[in-house]
């Protein structure tokens, strides 16, 4: 009979425990005797140390290679380890076909470590390295037949460079590193290409001032060098201009650039960091940088910004909180299309908006049309598509209110940001753009549209590796070029989104490098000042044009993430403004004494411009009108017109009611009212007439009564004395007595005054009667003349006076003779 159940239990339970003993026995003596090394499997020597060599892959060429070519692919391998390796070689792996865009995200984020994927090409390609000497970086080049690849349907393959080797420590062949890439494999053309457009910026930061000289030119003024470096040989525009003009690209253009490499054209000034100005010295450079362009765009189609690039969310977010914040975006692209039309002599598309890195809501899109912009080049990762959409969808689609967002591909816009400046991140970066390109056009069968727009201002390094990818793929098999006009009109999706985000869901890490409210309530308040200083000007576009570019610049996209950079042009902006404003303004006066109830008083105004000013009046305005009157009331205006480097005097009269010092306010106006300049206020002390100025014209005006008083005085005490002499009667004279008379050697010969005159007879000495004869008082006088003449300068008496003047003539006084009246 078979055992029960229970006895075969007990049986085998027995077993186990005798033969626990032997069983560790092994064990414990494993552990006391030396380990001898034997080979590990196939995955555990793939795990070990896969890091331990740096595999460097510089170069793979063609980038997308077709049947008949022959990969090469460079690079470096550098020993991280603290062995030597030996018995080294590197070889090419082919892995796995990827399935799609997200298969290529991830394998770019394990591009290094790990087992390596798929067999080696050949030994016959490797390279070999027979010792391999810690912190040594050796170089490798690898050239395999396409065909050796073994590559069959079309896709993107998983390509790797792998160092085999071993150590001391680990005397076996293992993968000692590896570095993976993508290799897109599509030798002939595929029956619907995707249609792609690729955006080129060329933007630069802002550099040009709102300062300029004061000659006729108006010469420029920049805030640093650092524009001309850009487009001298080798900098980073003139190489962006180079590499752009072999490419089949939509170029895209900040018209401030435009300007400014063209005020450099001619003789221009450079802030240094001491504030002191400098000669520009690359004339040459911007003219050489501009006919290069020119040539470049020729018969081609631009895109053209607003001038100086605004940031449109900033002013969606926070300048439209600021009355007359949006009114400078319409002038910005005013200004944009005839810059351009006139440095580039082509005519700009100024139709499209872009929005900081393609993100939009719906307060970016509305600030966008507002300033004529119908079409609004967005990006995916803010326009994100449904999860039910298995497929990237074409770029244009409409929104709503007559717009179109142009929506470009995120991964293909971001490929090149970060450091390009390794030849490795450059490579990978252009085999992980072309692998996203393909996945995409793979997709599906539909015709559809892709939009490349890279980021604003790519470095020399970014540009370059953009450059050759946008070669590798507009000389590819799967892809077809045409213009961003293109893309816009063509056929939306069906299945493409085109419900445009709310505000709310704005990247939180793009709205801290916003401008802030303030910025704009600053920019309008340097506006107004414009505004008033123009008013003013004769030449007013000397100054507007600046100015209002300047407010542009402020306005610009190139500040973000640069804060103290932006306050500081601004408050430089503002301080320049107001510098030139003060050129014209009123001249202080100090405290105004008024001797009397009505007097002028003159107020002084200064131009130290190079322009005439008028449409300018000055008010001057009583503190206290019952007091002291301004004209015929408590204010007064007067125009004012004022000559380049002159000053005027304007007068106004007043009138004191009463005693007392008076403020009095002086104000310059504009033709609307607006204030101009600062005011001036002075003080006037109405006084009476003083006791000294009192005395001074009494004083005066007893001179005066004495000196008349004294001359009547005189007159009558002379006609006294001749009245007193006794007159002797008057004889007829016969006619010979009268010749004898006249005879020579008498007294009287040529009268008193030597000239042969008889003196005429005086009214005051002697009065005629009735009948024309002398009265006897007369003849008394003239008889005692006679017989005792008296002369007005003799003393007749002891007691009398001299005379201090001389006698009086009455003959007519001669030319310019002065007549005492």
């Known amino acids: 009979m078979s055992p029960s159940p229970a006895r075969r239990l007990l049986r085998r339970t027995g077993a186990l425990l005798a033969a626990a003993p032997l ?176 955006l080129w910026p060329l933007i630069s930061r802002t550099g040009l001032t709102a300062e300029t000289g004061t000659s006729e030119t108006q010469t420029a003024v920049f805030a640093n060098d650092d524009l001309a470096r850009e487009i001298s040989p080798g900098g980073r525009l003139q190489q962006m201009l180079a590499l752009g003009s072999s490419l089949d690209v939509t170029w895209v253009i900040d018209p401030d650039l435009l300007a400014s490499v063209d005020a450099m054209t001619e003789a221009y000034k450079v802030k240094g960091a001491d504030g002191r100005l400098s000669a520009g010295r690359h004339q040459g450079v911007a003219n050489a940088f501009l006919k290069d362009l020119q040539a470049a765009v020729r018969d081609q189609k631009v895109v053209t910004l607003p001038f100086a690039d605004p940031d ?199 709205r801290r490098q916003e401008l802030p409210q303030s910025a704009f309530e600053q920019i309008q308040s340097m506006q107004r000042e414009l505004e008033n200083f123009k008013a003013v000007l004769t030449e007013e576009s000397r100054v507007v044009t600046p100015f209002g570019r300047a407010v542009d610049r402020e306005m610009s996209t190139s500040w973000r993430g640069r804060t103290g950079a932006s306050d500081s042009f601004r408050t430089g902006v503002s301080k320049y403004l107001s510098g030139l404003t003060d050129q014209v303004s009123l001249i202080d006066k100090s405290e105004v004494k008024l001797s009397g109830r009505s007097a002028t008083i003159p107020v002084s105004v200064q131009n130290n411009l190079w322009q005439d000013v008028d449409h300018l009046k000055l008010r001057l305005t009583s503190d206290n009108g019952t007091r002291l009157k301004i004209g015929d009331g408590a204010w007064q205006d007067q125009e004012v017109t004022i000559t380049s480097g002159h000053s005027q005097s304007v007068k106004f009269t007043t009138t004191a009611k009463a005693t007392g010092p008076v403020w009095v306010y002086a104000q310059l106006l504009t033709e609307d009212n607006q204030p101009y300049g600062k005011q001036i206020a002075f003080q006037v002390d109405v006084t009476e007439v003083t006791p000294t100025v009192m005395l001074v014209i009494a004083g005066g005006v007893l001179l005066l009564v004495l000196a008349g008083f004294r001359m009547y005085t005189q007159r009558k005490r002379a006609s006294a004395e001749r009245a007193e002499q006794p007159v002797e009667p008057v004889e007829p004279v016969e006619p010979a007595e009268a010749a004898e008379a006249a005879e020579p050697g008498t007294e009287d010969a040529d009268g008193p005054n030597g000239r042969g005159e008889t003196d005429a007879p005086d009214p005051a000495d002697a009065t005629d009667g009735p009948h024309g004869a002398p009265e006897p008082a007369a003849r008394e006088e003239s008889e005692q003349s006679e017989a005792s003449p008296a002369r007005a300068d003799v003393p007749q008496q002891p007691s009398d006076p001299t005379a201090d003047t001389a006698s009086e003539s009455a003959a007519p006084s001669g030319p310019g003779e002065r007549v005492d009246r």
């Not at 069983?23 to 003596?29: G, M, S």
């Not at 067999?119 to 690898?142: C, H």
């Open 312 to 510: 449109l969310a900033s002013l969606a977010h926070n300048g439209t909180k600021v009355t007359g914040s949006l009114s400078h975006l319409k002038e910005a692209t005013d200004a944009a299309e005839s810059t351009v039309e006139t440095i580039l002599h082509v005519t700009p598309d100024a139709s499209y908006a872009w929005p900081v890195e393609g993100a939009v809501d719906r307060d970016i899109v509305k600030v966008a049309t507002s300033a004529g912009a119908d079409k609004i080049i967005a990006r995916n990762d803010s326009l994100s598509e449904s999860d039910s959409l298995q497929y990237t969808p074409s770029a244009a689609r409409p929104i709503g209110g007559g717009a179109t967002a142009v929506v470009a591909d995120a991964r293909l816009s971001t490929a090149f940001q970060g450091d390009m400046t390794g030849a490795e991140r450059s490579t990978l970066a252009v085999q992980e753009f072309l692998a996203q390109s393909m996945t995409l056009g793979r997709q599906t069968d539909r015709q559809r549209t892709a939009l490349i727009a890279p980021q604003r201002t790519p470095t020399a390094s970014q540009a370059q590796t953009l450059a050759k990818a946008v070669a590798a793929l507009q000389g590819g098999t799967w892809t077809q070029s045409q213009s961003l006009a293109a893309t816009a009109a063509a056929k939306p999706d069906p299945g493409a989104t085109t419900r445009v985000p709310s505000a709310r869901a704005y990247p939180g890490k793009l």
């Open 23 to 198: 069983l560790a026995a092994p064990t414990l003596l494993a552990g006391a005797l030396p380990a001898r090394a034997e080979p590990p499997t196939v995955a555990t020597a793939a795990a070990t140390g896969t890091t331990t060599v740096d595999v460097a892959v510089n170069d793979l060429s063609p980038s997308a290679p077709v049947d008949g070519d022959t990969l090469t692919v460079k690079g470096t391998v550098t020993n991280k380890g603290r062995q030597p390796v030996t018995d080294a070689h590197i070889g090419l792996r082919v892995g796995m076909a990827y399935s799609g865009r997200t298969a290529v995200d991830q394998a770019a984020r394990s591009a290094t470590g790990g087992a390596p994927d798929g067999s080696e090409v050949g030994s016959k390609y490797a390279q070999k390295f027979a010792r391999l000497e810690p912190g040594v970086t050796r170089d490798f080049t690898l050239s395999v037949p396409v065909k050796a690849l073994n590559l069959s349907a079309d896709g993107v393959y998983q390509i790797s460079a792998a160092l085999m080797g071993q150590t001391s420590s680990a005397p076996y062949q293992q993968t000692l590193g590896i570095q993976r890439t993508f290799l897109p494999w599509q030798p002939a053309a595929s029956g619907t290409r995707t249609r792609t457009t690729v």
